[in-house]
C-alpha cells in the first residue's frame, strides 16, 4: 500500500544537529524568556532576511496581532486587505479592533490588486495590509505610491515570503512592517513561530513589551501586552533548518519544475505565477482548474483523495465569505477572488516528493481533463 500525499510535510535537521543544539538547555535550564538560543536566532534571521529590524514571536498569527498592536492604529479604522488569504489575516484585524476592507485580486498571481486600493480609500482608512500571497510578491511600487499619498503605514503579512527577494531586497523590508510565520507546514519552520520585520528601531522596545506582558524588569509593568514570547526549544529549530534551507528550497525548486513541465501546456490548467524580478521560495504549487479544464477543481480534488494524494483548496472559501462572519460580507464585490477561489487546488510539495509521485499526481490530473463532461 502507497504512502499518503499529502499537501506538505514539516523539513527536519539531522536529529543529532537537534540534539546537540538543545543539549545546553538541560545546564542552564533557561527554556524561554528570551534566552540565548532566541537571541542568537533573531540576529540570525534580521541579516539572512536583510531587514534593519527583528523581533522574535510565538508563532506568525500573534507576530501579525502584536505588529498591528505597536502601529497604534486608531480602534475602528478601516484596513484595506485582501480575501485571497488565510483567515488568521483577517482576525489579526478584528482582534485589534480594526475593520477590514476587501479589495479584489489580480488573476495572474493572486496578490490584491493594487490598481483597486485607492476606490477603497475613505477618512477611516488606518493601514494598507497587503499579502504576498504563495510567496508571490504584491505590487509594493503602486502600494507605496498610494500609501505615501494619502499618508498611510503598509503592514504586509509575508507569511508565505520568507527568504524571497524583490530586486535584490528582502521582502521584509518593503513597508512599514513586515510579518513571517515559522509554522511547520511552511519552507522554513522553527515548529510554531514567527516575526515581525521593521525600519524604526523604536519598534523593537514597542514589540518586546507587547509580548512580555510590558515587563521591564522584576518590578515595573511599563505597558499592557501579551505572551507571545518564542520559546528556546523552537528557535533551535529554527536555527537549526535556518543551516539548510538553502538545500531544502533547491529540493523544493526541483518538484516544482517538474510540475511546470508536465503541466505548463494542459489546456484548462492555469498556473498561477510570480513576478519575474523576484526570486522564489517554492512555498507552494497552486493552480486553476478553469472551465476547458474539462471537469470541476472539486472532481480533480476527490479523485486524488481517491489516490491518497491530499491537495488543498488553498483558500476557499475565501477569508471573507467565512461562516464566521455570517455573510458580512457577501454583497462585497470581489470578481476575481471568488472566481480564484472556486478553482484553486495546491499540489503537494515538499523536498523530499519524488519526481515520480509528481509524474503520478500530474497524470492523475491528466486522467480526468474531461471526465466531467463525459460523466
Same mark, same amino acid.
Given at each position: 500500500?502507497?504512502?499518503?500525499?499529502?499537501?506538505?510535510?514539516?523539513? #527536519?535537521?539531522?536529529?543529532?544537529? =537537534?540534539?546537540?543544539?538543545?543539549?545546553? $538547555?538541560?545546564?542552564?535550564?533557561?527554556?524561554?524568556?528570551?534566552?540565548?538560543?532566541?537571541?542568537? !536566532?533573531?540576529?540570525?534571521?534580521?541579516?539572512? $532576511?536583510?531587514?534593519?529590524?527583528?523581533?522574535?514571536?510565538?508563532?506568525?498569527?500573534?507576530?501579525?496581532?502584536?505588529?498591528?498592536?505597536?502601529?497604534?492604529?486608531?480602534?475602528?479604522?478601516?484596513?484595506?486587505?485582501?480575501?485571497?488569504?488565510?483567515?488568521?489575516?483577517?482576525?489579526?484585524?478584528?482582534?485589534?479592533?480594526?475593520?477590514?476592507?476587501?479589495?479584489?485580486?489580480?488573476?495572474?498571481? @493572486?496578490?490584491?490588486?493594487?490598481?483597486?486600493?485607492?476606490? $477603497?480609500?475613505?477618512?477611516?482608512?488606518?493601514?494598507?495590509?497587503?499579502?504576498?500571497?504563495?510567496?508571490?510578491?504584491?505590487?509594493?511600487?503602486?502600494?507605496?505610491?498610494?500609501?505615501?499619498?494619502?499618508? @498611510?503605514?503598509?503592514?504586509?503579512?509575508?507569511?508565505?515570503?520568507?527568504?524571497?527577494?524583490?530586486?535584490?531586497?528582502?521582502?521584509?523590508?518593503?513597508?512599514?512592517?513586515?510579518?513571517?510565520? !515559522?509554522?511547520?507546514?511552511?519552507?522554513?519552520?522553527?515548529?510554531?513561530?514567527?516575526?515581525?520585520?521593521?525600519?524604526?528601531? /523604536?519598534?523593537?522596545?514597542?514589540? =518586546?513589551?507587547?509580548?512580555?506582558?510590558?515587563?521591564?524588569?522584576?518590578?515595573?509593568?511599563?505597558?499592557?501586552?501579551?505572551?507571545?514570547?518564542?520559546?528556546?526549544?523552537?528557535?533551535?529549530?529554527?536555527?537549526?533548518?535556518?543551516?539548510?534551507?538553502?538545500?531544502?528550497?533547491?529540493?523544493?525548486?526541483?518538484?516544482?519544475?517538474?510540475?511546470?513541465? #508536465?503541466?505548463?501546456?494542459?489546456?484548462?490548467?492555469?498556473?498561477?505565477?510570480?513576478?519575474? /524580478?523576484?526570486?522564489?521560495?517554492?512555498?507552494?504549487?497552486?493552480? #486553476?482548474?478553469?472551465?476547458?479544464?474539462?471537469?470541476?477543481?472539486?472532481?480533480?480534488?476527490?479523485?486524488?483523495?481517491?489516490?491518497?494524494?491530499?491537495?488543498?483548496? =488553498?483558500?476557499?472559501?475565501?477569508?471573507?465569505?467565512?461562516?464566521?462572519?455570517?455573510?458580512?460580507?457577501? /454583497?462585497?464585490? #470581489?470578481?476575481?477572488?471568488?472566481?480564484?477561489?472556486?478553482?484553486?487546488?495546491?499540489?503537494?510539495? =515538499?523536498?523530499?516528493?519524488? $519526481?515520480?509521485?509528481?509524474?503520478?499526481?500530474?497524470?492523475? @490530473?491528466?486522467?480526468?481533463?474531461?471526465?466531467?463532461?463525459?460523466?
Amino acid at each position: 500500500m502507497r504512502e499518503e500525499i499529502f499537501v506538505t510535510r514539516a523539513s #527536519l535537521p539531522p536529529m543529532e544537529e =537537534y540534539i546537540e543544539k538543545i543539549r545546553p $538547555l538541560w545546564e542552564s535550564r533557561w527554556l524561554t524568556n528570551m534566552g540565548d538560543l532566541h537571541q542568537e !536566532f533573531e540576529e540570525r534571521l534580521r541579516q539572512y $532576511l536583510r531587514v534593519d529590524g527583528l523581533s522574535l514571536m510565538v508563532n506568525g498569527h500573534m507576530s501579525l496581532e502584536m505588529a498591528l498592536s505597536a502601529m497604534k492604529l486608531p480602534r475602528g479604522g478601516e484596513i484595506i486587505t485582501t480575501p485571497f488569504t488565510f483567515i488568521s489575516t483577517i482576525h489579526a484585524i478584528l482582534r485589534n479592533g480594526l475593520v477590514p476592507v476587501f479589495c479584489d485580486v489580480k488573476l495572474s498571481d @493572486l496578490t490584491m490588486d493594487e490598481e483597486k486600493i485607492e476606490a $477603497l480609500v475613505t477618512e477611516r482608512t488606518a493601514a494598507i495590509l497587503p499579502v504576498h500571497v504563495y510567496g508571490n510578491v504584491c505590487g509594493v511600487e503602486r502600494i507605496q505610491q498610494l500609501a505615501d499619498k494619502y499618508n @498611510l503605514p503598509v503592514i504586509y503579512d509575508a507569511a508565505h515570503a520568507f527568504g524571497v527577494t524583490h530586486q535584490g531586497r528582502g521582502i521584509g523590508s518593503f513597508g512599514d512592517v513586515s510579518v513571517f510565520s !515559522f509554522h511547520a507546514t511552511k519552507v522554513f519552520h522553527s515548529i510554531e513561530g514567527g516575526a515581525v520585520a521593521f525600519h524604526n528601531p /523604536d519598534l523593537y522596545r514597542t514589540l =518586546y513589551n507587547l509580548k512580555n506582558f510590558g515587563i521591564r524588569s522584576e518590578e515595573v509593568v511599563a505597558e499592557v501586552g501579551a505572551n507571545a514570547k518564542m520559546n528556546e526549544f523552537c528557535a533551535a529549530m529554527g536555527l537549526c533548518n535556518l543551516d539548510h534551507i538553502g538545500e531544502e528550497r533547491e529540493k523544493r525548486k526541483r518538484v516544482a519544475e517538474k510540475y511546470q513541465e #508536465l503541466l505548463a501546456d494542459c489546456p484548462g490548467i492555469r498556473m498561477v505565477r510570480g513576478r519575474e /524580478d523576484a526570486t522564489r521560495n517554492y512555498a507552494y504549487f497552486p493552480i #486553476l482548474i478553469e472551465e476547458d479544464f474539462g471537469c470541476t477543481r472539486d472532481q480533480v480534488y476527490d479523485a486524488l483523495g481517491r489516490q491518497g494524494i491530499h491537495g488543498r483548496k =488553498y483558500f476557499y472559501p475565501l477569508a471573507s465569505d467565512q461562516a464566521c462572519f455570517r455573510n458580512k460580507y457577501h /454583497d462585497v464585490e #470581489l470578481p476575481t477572488a471568488r472566481y480564484a477561489s472556486d478553482r484553486i487546488l495546491v499540489l503537494p510539495l =515538499y523536498g523530499e516528493l519524488e $519526481l515520480g509521485d509528481v509524474e503520478r499526481i500530474a497524470g492523475i @490530473l491528466m486522467e480526468q481533463r474531461g471526465k466531467g463532461a463525459r460523466e
